[in-house]
């Protein structure tokens, strides 16, 4: 992805104005990747995906990141909705300058068959999460209400919603496909109009909250009606509706406002993986890794934060440890730094 805060892609080239861009980044430093395409030292990238990650299709995409004509911004000319759906896509031939990317995407197997031992200069970017991960902010949802409310949270923003129909489909097809355009263009517009209806309930429980109004099911029914027409079965879900709404006019106002955040972040990847697995998950990665060459730098991301524990946080130390005795054995003595 590309930083949301840096201004240019000028400033590509500006190491005080990208190291800030990358600092007050929600993704942080994980964004490094597209900067460093545009300045001429990445021309390749393998991800290699965990089964329940699907952001982006399966195959090799070769396109360009540039210097937009217009904008003067860093922008992309893949037309995956990873990309487009960001606004981050313009079309091929719209750069004053760019360089060129082939990226490769896969699990672990297929990307196996699908590139050669590397036997020139590479990074190796190791996200902890790749083996386990949760969604923090369902995780902390969950904390403070409990399971079956948080249930009923992932129920109305799960894929029984219209718009997320249409966004698998178009993330499962990738641009091509002859209704792409106009699911693109109706999903973008449901999604809208969800995501203000959305916000029309929540406001009206923090104005019940703030007048201390008693609840009456009455004064939301005609925001139940409307949200009904976003799923694809309405009727059923309206039950659902109404007991999430009676559970939210019980919460202080700090967990009303953590529902309505872990609802727009319902769609993260959830998948807390047992120990067994995980160990099984890095003795394969090794086995893929043994016949490249060494990389010149390893980056590992815990992907567990004071803030966001997208790594589960009791299995985060173990994966850790686990993946620097991997890269020991394939590397021998290796210098490790460790930074917060």
């Not at 217009?70 to 995956?80: K, T």
């Not at 967990?255 to 697995?277: F, I, N, R, Y």
């Not at 590992?300 to 589960?312: K, L, M, V």
Request: with cysteine.
């Amino acid at each position: 992805m590309i930083p949301e805060k840096l201004k240019t892609a000028d400033d590509v080239y500006n190491t005080e104005k990208l190291y800030e861009a990358l600092e007050l980044s929600q993704s942080g430093i994980a964004e490094f990747i597209t900067p460093a395409v545009y300045a001429g030292h990445i021309n390749c990238m393998t991800w290699i995906r965990p089964p329940w990650s699907n952001q982006i299709r399966d195959g090799i995409h070769n396109f360009e990141v540039g210097k937009h004509r217009s904008s003067g911004m860093l922008r992309v000319s893949c037309p995956e909705p990873y990309f487009a759906d960001e606004g981050f896509y313009v079309k091929p031939g719209s750069f004053v300058t760019f360089e060129s990317l082939r990226l490769v995407v896969g699990e672990l197997e297929q990307v196996s068959e699908t590139i050669s031992p590397i036997q020139s200069p590479w990074i190796l970017d190791i996200c902890l999460d790749y083996f386990s991960v949760n969604n923090p902010f369902l995780k902390e949802y969950e904390k403070r209400v409990g399971k079956e409310s948080t249930n009923k949270l992932r129920q109305l923003f799960s894929t029984k919603l219209k718009w997320r129909e249409l966004e698998e489909k178009r993330i499962g097809n990738g641009p091509g496909y002859p209704e792409y355009e106009s699911d693109t263009i109706n999903q973008k517009r449901e999604k809208q109009m969800f995501e203000k209806c959305i916000d029309s309930l929540f406001t009206s429980i923090e104005e019940s909250h703030n007048a201390a109004k008693v609840f009456k099911l009455s004064d939301y029914q005609s925001i139940i009606d409307e949200l009904a027409l976003f799923y694809r079965d309405g009727d059923s879900i309206k039950t659902v509706l109404i007991q999430f709404i009676e559970s939210l006019i019980l919460l202080p106002k700090e967990s009303v406002k953590l529902a309505q955040l872990a609802g727009s972040m319902a769609d993260l990847p959830e998948h807390e993986t047992d120990m067994k697995k995980i160990d099984k998950m890095v003795e394969s990665l090794e086995a893929f890794l043994k016949p490249h060459c060494a990389p010149k730098i390893i980056t590992i991301a815990r992907s567990s934060s004071d803030e966001y524990d997208y790594t589960p946080v009791d299995q985060v130390g173990g994966i850790l440890h686990s993946v620097i005795n991997m890269i020991q054995r394939l590397y021998g003595d290796i210098h490790v730094e460790y930074n917060s």
